[in-house]
């Protein structure tokens, strides 16, 4: 499972380490590198991406790398963006919407509760269908933002994959934690499942689930 | 060299907490009467040679992929004119 570097991307490392423990090799892909590598999988890891320049993802999606991971993900490949690797998805136009300023104007870093509204992904197989997991949520734009019918068009497809439960931790309309394409192999999430894989550190093992999901996919 | 303007602002709809946390310092400065800050990015594009109306359709297929997000931007393009 290939975990794509960009330059500044923070969670890489994590990324690698959860799909590790999921029982996946860990690939690692350069973002100036227009090779997948043979990769089954690909994480877009969370940070900030050539500074968060002009606007979250925005410079990456015209990244080598990325015109590889969208030519793939159109073919069925499993891509799981988080974070900022979400902001990148929205950037490539392979998820609809955008991510924009939490709107009480504070990054916030905590333990986050969440719904799997969806268990038919890529991404989600693992859980059962409403299940409640906590993993970490530490951003500081990322308020989902789509017009109306969008909205109400991810709700009728079941492609809302995650909503925050205990309180909207910063705008993020309907709750929206995550969402899916219409096939359900590109999962874009704002939270980080990969900070929730080892009892030691972080909230728990909630967050193991979207790396061995993929596992079953593409044994 | 003829300098082209790209300005993008955030759709009306769409929240600007940026605008807002501006919008309240302004009485700690003591300024009055402002109801409503919007913040937005302006791009001075230097462009060789003569704009026409082909070099500007290129600008603004520039505008629409790169510097503005359509979800959520619009974006006004504009030749600059130098005194």
């Not at chain 1, 690692?28 to 500074?51: C, I, K, M, N, Q």
């Not at chain 1, 392979?94 to 870093?109: E, M, S």
């Not at chain 1, 509760?113 to 969806?118: F, V």
């Amino acid at each position: 499972m290939g975990v794509v570097t960009f330059p500044g991307s923070l969670d890489d490392v994590d990324a690698r380490r959860a799909v590790a423990i999921a029982g996946h090799e860990p690939v690692t892909l350069w973002h100036g590198e227009p090779d997948l590598r043979g990769v089954d999988a690909v994480v877009l890891p969370g940070g900030f991406s050539y500074g968060d320049y002009l606007r979250c993802g925005a410079i990456s999606r015209f990244s080598p790398v990325m015109a590889e991971v969208v030519a793939a993900a159109d073919r069925g490949l499993p891509v799981l963006g988080i974070c900022n690797g979400f902001q990148v998805l929205c950037e490539s136009h392979l998820l609809p919407g955008a991510l924009i300023r939490n709107d009480h104007q504070k990054f916030v870093c905590r333990d986050q509760r969440l719904r799997i509204e969806n268990n038919r992904t890529a991404w989600t197989s693992a859980y059962d269908s409403r299940a409640e997991v906590t993993v970490v949520l530490k951003n500081g734009e990322g308020s989902f933002v789509a017009d109306e019918p969008t909205l109400d068009m991810l709700e009728r497809e079941g492609r809302v994959v995650a909503r925050y439960l205990g309180g909207n931790p910063n705008g993020s309309l309907r709750d929206i934690a995550g969402i899916t394409n219409e096939r359900g192999n590109v999962v874009g999430l704002m939270p980080h499942p990969e900070h929730a894989v080892e009892a030691l550190c972080g909230p728990g093992t909630d967050g193991l689930g979207f790396f061995t999901s993929a596992l079953a996919q593409v044994a | 060299m003829t300098r082209v303007v790209v300005e993008v602002m955030l759709k009306p709809e769409i929240l600007d907490p940026q605008g807002k946390a501006v919008q309240g310092a302004l009485p700690r400065l003591g300024f009055e009467g402002i109801s409503d800050v919007r913040q937005g990015k302006r791009f001075e594009l230097e462009v060789d040679g003569e704009v026409t109306d082909a070099r500007l359709g290129e600008v603004r297929d520039l505008a629409e992929r790169l510097l503005s997000n359509p979800v959520i931007e619009d974006f006004r393009v504009h030749v600059e004119e130098r005194a």
